[in-house]
Nanobody
Framework: QVQLVESGGGLVQPGGSLRLSCAAS????????MNWYRQVPGKERELVAG????????NYADSVRGRFTISRDNTKNTVYLQMDSLKLEDTAVYYC????????????WGPGTQVTVSS
């Protein structure tokens, strides 16, 4: 059974930092690109950041580039999202996503973790 479990969410003030983690199990972690998405009520889920399975090239949404950093540790089957200089508009449920490098039909989601930025 494939399982993705996010952790590290919480309440933080504007300008603060949080580090999200996503622990994966039940899959060949190094064969999957990993992504972070976020969603707020009434809006579509949006891609925040992604990292390749092996090459570890990264991509970021324009709204977070320079503030967020995605990384992965293939020995721990874990992907991270370091979030700095947080803004009110970063408030959302953040979801971990895994996509197989060759088979895009192999797609998995975590249950999400709440991030709230408030003064």
């Amino acid at each position: 059974q494939v399982q993705l479990v996010e952790s590290g969410g919480g309440l933080v003030q504007p300008g603060g930092s949080l580090r999200l983690s996503c622990a994966a199990s039940g899959l060949a972690f190094s064969s999957y690109a990993m992504n972070w998405y976020r969603q707020v009520p009434g809006k579509e889920r949006e891609l925040v950041a992604g990292i390749a399975s092996v090459a570890r090239s990264t991509n970021y949404a324009d709204s977070v580039r320079g503030r967020f950093t995605i990384s992965r540790d293939n020995t721990k089957n874990t992907v991270y999202l370091q979030m700095d200089s947080l803004k009110l508009e970063d408030t959302a449920v953040y979801y971990c996503n895994a996509v197989h490098r060759w088979r895009s039909d192999l797609l998995y989601w975590g249950p999400g973790t709440q991030v709230t930025v408030s003064s």
